[in-house]
């Protein structure tokens, strides 16, 4: 037999769309804190909320007569109609959160208006109003929320221990805290001092406190603003990335989201700073008009849909981009697009030629380095101690020993070289093959699309009588695999546009630099240490692989068990 279930049993079902544990009644209650206004908001809890969770503020209070819609589905002040989707600035709107907490336990609420002379009290108790009445003024608004999911033992047995959930609280208390600066934040164990307590402060100082971070030297910021959006983040260095406990935040108008095209987009920025870009730390707070997304896809509101992915996707990569350049050019020394490209040199080495290490009597040379503040030579200098597989560079300087792989270093050197000859003319070096070269390769008819890309990246072809591919100008720096290095650009400037020019250039790079096993003479190893002059600049190739490993003193105690 078919009967209709009562309402209480279908609110108490429905509030497990948005209930699933203490935390999720935390953050409920936080942001309709927030979205009254408060400046502070004080949590306390008892076994991890799961037996007493209490939420304080001092925003602007509920009056006596809407507190009976506080706890009824639906009834909300933020969203009158459809279109108001459209405009809505705050972080709740659909009205279930209250009624749904109210059906799985029992709720005390305590406000007064701001210039109220007396306040009032209501209770609840597993959907089941309990009156209310007045009581002493408070400033703001506290709810008690009491011995959640008590009468639901299907979703209790679910919930973990109190340590577990109180760390949930913790966690979350402290996202929703990292996007509201302004506002003051402390988390207690009930009847015991604050585990935190954050003060109102700057974003930056806010996002230092989250990661718990001690070093703010290790840290960035910055912030761009197109036609629709607008981005400020704070993020940890690349070479710290694995430093930190948390990872990858964004927030959207201050919510908290979770969106993959977005992490991905960060991580596509941090390609070729770092070798991990998949650990990259920090915040993303992006800004725009609500008409363009929606966050009605899910009631917990950490989905969003927008009507423009592509072009929030390049904001985020060109905002982070410009940062980290610069941050990567300030730290290249002043000359560096004044000195000419490291040519290559090299002797012809079989590939099964077996790799020798130079002895350290077999040095040959040691290379002065030129200071980039003086303008002339100081007394530090690169002493070049050996080659390993005709590969690692052995060298010290001031007491270090450096291990440099070759390849890698003079891949991020060349793409220095590239990198400021291309921003300075907006097009690079070519040169005329004696022989032209056959383009045989599928796809080869979409170059004429990227001509004008492509000839600014110095290639050439002509198409014969016969009605052959010719390939009859090349990239001047480029000493092999030209026809290979033509089909990645042409299929780097089909894909993204984001920094398309520069995985070409970082690709040009690698297919010009001084390969593994080929064997170097000290002329152009000299002018390639010559030129590194900043580990952070210089401290991995264009695809994020280390250049060098350093050991000093310390280090080499520590392997050897001195200390």
Same mark, same amino acid.
């Given at each position: 037999?078919?009967?209709?279930?009562?309402?209480? &049993?279908?609110?108490?079902?429905?509030? +497990?769309?948005?209930?699933?544990?203490?935390?999720?009644?935390?953050?409920?209650?936080?942001?309709?804190?927030?979205?009254?206004?408060?400046?502070?908001?004080?949590?306390?809890?008892?076994?991890?909320?799961?037996?007493?969770?209490?939420?304080?503020?001092?925003?602007?209070?509920?009056?006596?007569?809407?507190?009976?819609?506080?706890?009824?589905?639906?009834? $909300?002040?933020?969203?009158?109609?459809?279109?108001?989707?459209?405009?809505?600035?705050?972080?709740?709107?659909?009205?279930?959160?209250?009624?749904?907490?109210?059906?799985?336990?029992?709720? =005390?609420?305590?406000?007064?208006?701001?210039?109220?002379?007396? !306040? *009032?009290?209501?209770?609840?108790?597993?959907?089941?109003?309990?009156?209310?009445?007045?009581?002493?003024?408070?400033?703001?608004?506290?709810? &008690?929320?009491?011995?959640?999911?008590?009468?639901?033992?299907?979703?209790?047995?679910?919930?973990?221990?109190?340590?577990?959930?109180?760390?949930?609280?913790?966690?979350?208390?402290?996202?929703?805290?990292?996007?509201?600066?302004? *506002?003051?934040?402390?988390?207690?164990?009930?009847?015991?001092?604050?585990?935190?307590?954050?003060?109102?402060?700057?974003?930056?100082?806010?996002?230092?406190?989250?990661?718990?971070?001690?070093?703010?030297?290790?840290?960035?910021?910055?912030? $761009?603003?197109?036609?629709?959006?607008?981005?400020?983040?704070?993020?940890?260095?690349?070479?710290?990335?694995?430093?930190?406990?948390?990872?990858?935040?964004?927030?959207?108008?201050?919510?908290?989201?979770?969106?993959?095209?977005?992490?991905?987009?960060?991580?596509?920025?941090?390609?070729?700073?770092?070798?991990?870009?998949?650990?990259?730390?920090? &915040?993303?707070?992006?800004? +725009?008009?609500?008409?363009?997304?929606?966050?009605?896809?899910?009631?917990?509101?950490?989905?969003?849909?927008?009507?423009?992915?592509?072009? %929030?996707?390049?904001?985020?990569? =060109?905002?982070?981009?410009?940062?980290?350049?610069?941050?990567?050019?300030?730290?290249?020394?002043?000359?560096?697009?004044?000195?000419?490209?490291?040519?290559?040199?090299?002797?012809?080495?079989?590939?099964?030629?077996?790799?020798?290490?130079?002895?350290?009597?077999?040095?040959?040379?040691?290379?002065?380095?030129?200071?980039?503040?003086? !303008?002339?030579?100081?007394?530090?200098?690169?002493?070049?101690?050996? %080659?390993?597989?005709?590969?690692?560079?052995?060298?010290?300087?001031?007491?270090?020993?450096?291990?440099?792989?070759?390849?890698?270093?003079?891949?991020?050197?060349?793409?220095?070289?590239?990198?400021?000859?291309?921003?300075?003319?907006?097009?690079?070096?070519?040169?005329?093959?004696?022989?032209?070269?056959?383009?045989?390769?599928? +796809?080869?008819?979409?170059?004429?699309?990227?001509?004008?890309?492509?000839?600014?990246?110095?290639?050439?072809?002509?198409?014969?009588?016969?009605?052959?591919?010719?390939?009859?100008?090349?990239?001047?720096?480029?000493?092999?695999?030209?026809?290979?290095?033509?089909?990645?650009?042409?299929?780097?400037?089909? +894909?993204?546009?984001?920094?398309?020019?520069?995985?070409?250039?970082?690709?040009?790079? *690698? =297919?010009?630099?001084?390969?593994?096993?080929?064997?170097?003479?000290?002329?152009?190893?000299?002018?390639?240490?010559?030129?590194?002059?900043? $580990?952070?600049?210089?401290?991995? *190739?264009?695809? !994020?692989?280390?250049?060098?490993?350093?050991?000093?003193?310390?280090?080499?105690?520590?392997?050897?068990?001195?200390?």
């Amino acid at each position: 037999m078919i009967r209709k279930l009562p309402q209480i &049993v279908i609110q108490q079902i429905a509030a +497990g769309e948005v209930v699933e544990r203490p935390a999720s009644v935390l953050k409920e209650l936080v942001e309709n804190s927030i979205d009254a206004e408060s400046t502070q908001i004080k949590v306390e809890h008892e076994e991890g909320g799961l037996r007493w969770l209490r939420v304080s503020d001092n925003g602007v209070g509920i009056s006596a007569d809407d507190v009976p819609l506080v706890f009824e589905s639906h009834a $909300t002040s933020k969203l009158q109609k459809l279109e108001d989707l459209d405009s809505l600035d705050t972080m709740g709107f659909r009205g279930e959160a209250m009624s749904s907490i109210a059906a799985v336990s029992r709720m =005390h609420l305590w406000t007064s208006p701001r210039g109220a002379s007396i !306040g *009032c009290r209501a209770k609840i108790e597993f959907g089941l109003w309990g009156g209310i009445e007045e009581s002493d003024r408070r400033i703001g608004t506290e709810i &008690v929320v009491e011995n959640i999911f008590e009468r639901l033992p299907v979703r209790s047995k679910f919930l973990k221990t109190p340590i577990a959930e109180a760390r949930q609280l913790s966690s979350i208390l402290k996202r929703l805290a990292l996007s509201y600066p302004e *506002c003051e934040f402390s988390f207690a164990e009930r009847g015991k001092s604050p585990r935190f307590h954050w003060p109102k402060q700057s974003r930056f100082d806010r996002c230092l406190l989250f990661f718990e971070a001690t070093d703010a030297e290790r840290w960035f910021e910055g912030e $761009t603003e197109d036609r629709s959006w607008k981005v400020h983040f704070v993020f940890l260095k690349p070479r710290f990335f694995q430093s930190a406990r948390q990872n990858l935040q964004i927030y959207l108008n201050q919510r908290m989201i979770k969106d993959r095209k977005l992490e991905f987009a960060v991580r596509r920025a941090f390609e070729g700073y770092t070798e991990t870009p998949h650990l990259s730390t920090g &915040v993303i707070f992006l800004e +725009g008009n609500p008409s363009e997304f929606d966050v009605n896809v899910h009631p917990t509101k950490m989905e969003i849909r927008f009507k423009d992915a592509e072009e %929030v996707f390049s904001v985020i990569v =060109h905002a982070l981009r410009s940062r980290l350049e610069k941050m990567h050019q300030d730290n290249l020394p002043s000359e560096w697009s004044a000195t000419k490209p490291v040519e290559l040199a090299l002797s012809a080495s079989p590939s099964s030629m077996r790799a020798s290490v130079m002895s350290i009597e077999e040095a040959p040379f040691e290379v002065p380095v030129q200071s980039v503040f003086s !303008g002339g030579f100081v007394n530090d200098s690169w002493k070049f101690l050996g %080659v390993i597989d005709s590969t690692y560079w052995i060298t010290q300087k001031q007491g270090a020993l450096f291990l440099f792989d070759q390849h890698a270093l003079h891949e991020r050197i060349l793409y220095e070289d590239l990198n400021a000859q291309f921003d300075k003319k907006g097009i690079l070096g070519s040169q005329r093959l004696l022989f032209p070269v056959d383009l045989q390769f599928a +796809g080869r008819e979409d170059l004429e699309d990227h001509r004008s890309s492509l000839e600014k990246l110095g290639f050439d072809w002509t198409i014969d009588s016969k009605g052959k591919w010719k390939l009859i100008a090349v990239p001047s720096l480029l000493k092999r695999n030209p026809v290979e290095l033509l089909r990645e650009a042409l299929k780097g400037l089909a +894909g993204s546009k984001e920094t398309v020019f520069r995985d070409i250039l970082a690709t040009m790079a *690698c =297919h010009s630099a001084i390969r593994a096993g080929d064997s170097v003479p000290e002329s152009t190893a000299h002018e390639i240490l010559v030129k590194f002059q900043s $580990t952070d600049a210089l401290g991995h *190739c264009p695809h !994020g692989r280390p250049t060098f490993v350093k050991l000093n003193s310390r280090d080499l105690e520590k392997l050897f068990h001195r200390v």
